[in-house]
Nanobody, 125 residues
């Protein structure tokens, strides 16, 4: 089992940047595909980005391509989400998640067995 704790959320103006972190504890972090999802009020949880166990492969939702960047440091058991050029529509609770099976369905929330508690990101216009 793995425990995940997100940090780094907050309030930022449109065009600004934030860096989210997700610290993992428990079983071997490098054995998990890691993902970031977000959920805005009244909407379903949506895929944002994911990164493979080695960090060599990343995927992004079309809405964040070119603005967001995911990375991981397996030595520090941490995954990061760098968010640039933020827009009001990026406002949501952001969750990190861990997938032990790595079957390749990285965009599906139910592929991820472990979730953090979420961190609020609010982008003002």
């Amino acid at each position: 089992q793995v425990q995940l704790v997100e940090s780094g959320g907050g309030l930022v103006q449109a065009g600004g940047s934030l860096r989210l972190s997700c610290a993992a504890s428990g079983r071997t972090f490098s054995g998990y595909t890691m993902g970031w999802f977000r959920q805005a009020p009244g909407k379903e949880r949506a895929f944002v980005t994911s990164i493979s166990r080695s960090g060599g492969t990343t995927y992004y939702a079309d809405s964040v391509k070119g603005r967001f960047s995911i990375s991981r440091d397996n030595a520090k058991n941490t995954v990061y989400l760098q968010m640039n050029s933020l827009k009001p529509e990026d406002t949501a609770v952001y969750y990190c998640a861990a997938d032990a099976n790595s079957r390749g369905y990285y965009w599906r929330p139910y592929e991820y067995a472990y979730w953090g508690q979420g961190t609020q990101v609010t982008v003002s216009s």
